[in-house]
């Protein structure tokens, strides 16, 4: 039992024992008055029903984990927000329930509300919102549309016009992964945000009664967070990634996750992380890990396995690293917040000393999951490494573009896949099979229309001022709960890479490619193809704490064909035994090279990370003659894919396919 829960089963001693004193008193006074009611009476049996019911609650604060990090104030904030989030569950559940099972009548609503809201904007009146009365009649009189249809009139909107789009000007914008050079600039209506904030709680809701209900609320998380490169549009609106937060959501986070508010500030990623860890290794109590995306974890834990001895340090001499670039005024608010702790500091080295297999259940043994959407494959690295035994939870699903789309339904499931249903009252989604994905005018379906097994591109309109919008997700319908579609999210049309949530996209990533190669001396390019390194064995190069791409490239030319003949007959004698082939090519390091010079040329958001050192420098691979062909005949015969239907992999997808192609370079920029 921790000194916490001491002190409140103190306080509910002393609670009860007043309230006991003020029973008995007006007990007297009852008896002296005849059994008359006074307004001393009255108030005397006032105070002592609410010292009852606190007493009450201290009682049960005493019995619950508590993280050692809370103060009284915050552990008593922290269990009112909750269980007033638990009470307000039963509203939300029985709202999703009849929507699920009317589905259709749901989505008519919400369109209709959409509509009346923006009407008479100057977009409201150039597509006639205001006689719209079904989705029907709107697919008719609305195209579909992607960013560049908006994108006038959110320049506009961010210069300070008013009533363009939306009827309200947005508290801010929202700042998407730019793939050529410039992000797209979403306007965030309030509604938006109170969607997803309420969406954010709800799922954190679901899961912790639901599926962990051994999790006690008063159990902290760990928060991986990075506070964004502050920006405004020309009008002084906030602009930046939606997952930022603004000072009144700090101040909750440092309530419920083990980094204090000046480490929410820290705008330095190397900094924030080792801060994050801090803080959260001091907590023997803590409960989850919120992580956004598993790359930040994976890369995160990466940090601790190179730096946990700087932080047992920390911890056991109540300090902040000196080496660490903090300012004056934010270490000293740290460093307030550090008492010197030698028991966790031993108990820690103790368990780093063993190894990192499973060290996020030895050093936290009351971890019950982890929150963080695994679009990379990261997660079956955490579940098979540092995370073993811990199931990876995605809560909901979201984009920038939309707010809510989506609540997970098998929380917590090791292994399994993530599935959703949908949340139908603050977006109105129509899908276009995957086959009529790239036809001039795709028809769409509803949400009563589509069928279970079959793959569709999602297209939303939503309270953003977004729609008929083709943000680009593509999901597939595998079962139906009531009336309602549950999904699974399948790949990002155009998308190529995403290691930190940067999000390149195949068109980009294929300018790139043929520029660089457009440099290389005398040489034409055959094919290229493109992985994540959590592809790789093992997750790729151990001494590397941050993601990377690998890329794989063949090229030819007329004047080396006998070189080239050389090093792939040799083969399986080993590449050794032949003349390097970058010589013989021509190509230099610093050719290779120029793959991330060009992508952080092009891509803002790229560069951006490749700057503050979250992207490892991508590791670039020439390979054999004929390494593609070996590579397509592998996914023919592994696929149902038809020569009809066939396509060149550029994203290869499997740990087989990057081992084939391992097995066939010939040359490497490490």
């Not at 801090?278 to 790359?295: E, I, W």
């Not at 997970?408 to 276009?432: D, K, M, P």
């Not at 490619?513 to 290389?520: L, R």
């Amino acid at each position: 039992m921790s000194k916490l829960n001491i002190l409140f089963m103190t306080f509910s001693v002393v609670t009860l024992g007043i309230a006991t004193y003020l029973v008995s008193g007006m007990i007297g006074t009852i008896a002296g008055s005849n059994g008359k009611l006074t307004v001393q009476i009255v108030a005397s049996g006032s105070v002592s029903i609410v010292l009852l019911l606190i007493s009450a609650m201290f009682t049960h604060i005493a019995s619950l984990r508590i993280s050692t990090t809370h103060s009284v104030i915050s552990t008593i904030l922290v269990y009112l927000v909750m269980y007033a989030y638990q009470l307000k569950r039963i509203y939300t559940d029985k709202r999703l329930k009849q929507s699920w099972k009317n589905p259709r009548k749901f989505q008519e609503r919400t369109l209709q509300k959409l509509l009346a809201e923006n009407k008479d904007t100057e977009y409201g009146k150039r597509y006639d919102f205001g006689s719209t009365s079904s989705m029907a009649l709107f697919r008719e009189k609305h195209p579909l549309t992607t960013y560049e249809h908006y994108a006038g009139d959110i320049d506009r909107m961010t210069k300070g016009e008013c009533n363009v789009i939306l009827k309200r000007k947005p508290p801010r914008y929202g700042l998407t992964s730019g793939s050529t050079g410039k992000g797209k600039v979403i306007p965030i209506s309030k509604e938006s945000d109170v969607t997803l904030f309420e969406g954010i709680m709800y799922s954190m809701a679901v899961l912790r009664k639901d599926v962990f209900p051994q999790r006690s609320v008063l159990q902290k998380g760990l928060l991986f967070y990075t506070e964004p490169t502050p920006r405004v549009t020309p009008d002084g609106t906030s602009l930046g990634p939606v997952s930022r937060m603004d000072a009144d959501k700090k101040l909750f986070c440092a309530m419920v996750y083990s980094p204090p508010l000046a480490s929410l500030n820290e705008t330095d990623p190397v900094v924030a992380t080792y801060l994050d860890l801090l803080f959260s290794l001091k907590d023997r109590n803590l409960g989850y890990v919120m992580g956004r995306l598993t790359t930040a974890v994976f890369s995160a834990l990466r940090h601790l396995e190179k730096d946990w001895r700087k932080m047992v340090y920390d911890i056991e001499h109540g300090t902040i690293n000196k080496e660490l670039k903090v300012s004056e005024d934010a270490r000293t608010a740290l460093e307030a917040t550090m008492v010197p702790d030698k028991r966790r500091a031993d108990e820690l080295r103790h368990e780093f000393e063993k190894g990192f297999c499973g060290i996020m259940r030895r050093v936290w043994p009351y971890m019950h999951y982890i929150v963080a959407v695994d679009a990379t494959g990261y997660g079956d690295i955490l579940a098979e490494g540092y995370a073993k035994g811990i199931p990876i939870y995605s809560g909901f699903y979201s984009s920038t573009e939309l707010p809510i789309i989506g609540y997970e339904l098998n929380q917590g499931q090791l292994g399994g896949s993530h599935r959703y249903a949908f949340l139908l009252t603050s977006t109105v989604y129509e899908f276009i099979p995957e086959e009529d994905m790239f036809v001039q005018e795709p028809k769409t379906l509803f949400i009563d229309e589509i069928e279970v097994g079959k793959v569709y591109e999602l297209v939303g309109s939503c309270v953003n001022g977004l729609y008929r919008f083709r943000f680009g997700d593509v999901i597939k319908v595998v079962d139906f709960l009531d009336n309602c579609p549950v999904i699974e999210f399948q790949y990002r049309s155009g998308l190529v890479l995403n290691v930190r949530a940067e999000k390149m996209d195949s068109a980009t990533l294929h300018n790139v490619i043929t520029k660089v190669i457009s440099h290389w001396p005398k040489v034409t390019l055959v094919d290229y193809a493109c992985a994540e390194n959590c592809m790789l064995d093992g997750g790729g190069d151990q001494n590397e704490v941050n993601p990377y791409y690998v890329i794989f490239i063949e090229v030819d030319r007329d004047t080396c064909d006998q070189s080239i003949d050389e090093v792939d007959s040799a083969g399986d004698q080993g590449i050794d035994e032949v003349d390097s082939p970058r010589e013989l090519l021509d190509i230099s390091k610093q050719h290779l090279g120029m793959v991330d010079e060009v992508l952080c040329k092009t891509s803002f958001t790229y560069n951006s990370f490749r700057e503050k050192a979250e992207i490892a420098p991508p590791r670039v691979y020439l390979v054999k003659p004929g390494s593609f062909d070996k590579l397509n005949e592998f996914v023919m015969n592994n696929t149902t894919a038809s020569h009809n239907q066939f396509k060149n992999p550029r994203k290869l997808r499997s740990p087989e396919m990057v081992g084939l192609m391992m097995r066939n370079t010939i040359e490497c920029l490490e």
